[in-house]
């Protein structure tokens, strides 16, 4: 699964941080795929290049075991 989104600048994907306003939800989008993808034996993998955020999830296939 991979999913692409323009951002007006480039995001260390290493530390990244909530552009959200401060109102309690602390956006756990992001650390929800990751365990969800650890869980299925697969990986979610971030990357920012050309003002493009792209977040790609890769899940093992479970017929190929």
């Given at each position: 699964?991979?999913?692409?989104?323009?951002?007006?600048n480039?995001?260390?994907?290493?530390?990244?941080?909530?552009?959200?306003?401060?109102?309690?939800?602390?956006?756990?989008?992001?650390?929800?795929?990751?365990?969800?993808?650890?869980?299925?034996?697969?990986?979610?993998?971030?990357?920012?290049?050309?003002?493009?955020?792209?977040?790609?999830?890769?899940l093992?296939?479970?017929d190929?075991?």
């Amino acid at each position: 699964i991979t999913i692409r989104n323009p951002v007006e600048n480039d995001v260390n994907t290493d530390h990244l941080t909530s552009s959200k306003r401060n109102d309690g939800s602390l956006g756990y989008g992001i650390s929800s795929m990751r365990s969800i993808a650890t869980k299925y034996h697969g990986e979610v993998l971030l990357l920012c290049k050309d003002k493009v955020f792209q977040t790609t999830i890769y899940l093992r296939n479970s017929d190929n075991e």
